[in-house]
């Protein structure tokens, strides 16, 4: 049986993933190789945001690879994951969630408590800037573009920023844990949904593959929490670099009951449709499910509206 080839991109934190993912998989006897994907994204880290949320980027680039055979899976941050993949490249496996929360990082120890007035933070999301804005308007939010490292090397130079908001899981797996002053709060800030979660995509026609990689790889509580989540970012019909923001978290235990939290936000944080829905989740249907009650209930809120005006203002300009 020939290895398995596992594509990834060709940064740090990418390679990481994809390492656990080799792990996993040696772990039901498959002997895996490491195939490094290019990636037009990371070329242009100085891209406005929206610039390069619509760019042909890496996930185009790694299933092009998975459709041309020339690798077997593909080895994502789910939240970076669209809702809808290509024809022919299916989902097949979710990883055990690692803390979907945001990290303020600043050049010495720095808290939210301790931000003063004014303060200039940067970071790399429309969900991250809108939702900053929104808790602090005093705050001035710029626009950070590029890796873990490329990010903690700007803030060295640029000495007028007080901090940068990156995400915990990807500090901690690059060993740069030590670097977070505060691990901000859900209720301060939502993840993206997804957020943590590694995700592997395959082709379709794989039924073999699929198998061992969803026995491997995938962890069912993260599965719940993140159908939920992707489910209410599809039916508000937002793309993953859009301001909206999720979480669900999953009990343990039966009856398995899940407690899905959303928001969308206006960029400039100033409106912003705002929910929670729960309920005993059995199958996955049940977890989409959550997600489209919330998305229902959102739109009632104004979230179509939102959305729409925030979608102009990126065509328009910078946020």
Partial sequence: MRSVRVGSRGDPLARWQAERIRESLHTVGRATELVVVGSTAELDAGSPVDRVAALPGFRTELDEALLEQRIDLAVHSLQDLPTTLPAGIV??????RADPREALVGRGPLTWAALPAGAILATSSLRRMAQLRRARPDLQVRELR???EARLAMLEQ???WHGIVLGVAGLTRLGLGARIGDRLPLELL???PGQGALAVTARQADDGLRATV???VNDQTAEIAVTAERQLLATVEAGPHAPVAAFAAVEQGEPRRARLSGRVLSLDGKEMAEGSVE???Q???QAAGLGIELAGRLR???AGRILAQARAARQSGPA
């Fill in 91 to 96: 989902l097949a496996g979710i990883s055990e």
């Fill in 146 to 148: 590029g890796s873990i």
């Fill in 158 to 160: 640029t000495p007028e």
């Fill in 190 to 192: 939502l993840p993206a």
């Fill in 214 to 216: 969803h026995s491997a």
């Fill in 279 to 281: 309920g005993v989740i």
């Fill in 283 to 285: 199958n996955l249907g």
């Fill in 300 to 302: 009632l809120q104004g």
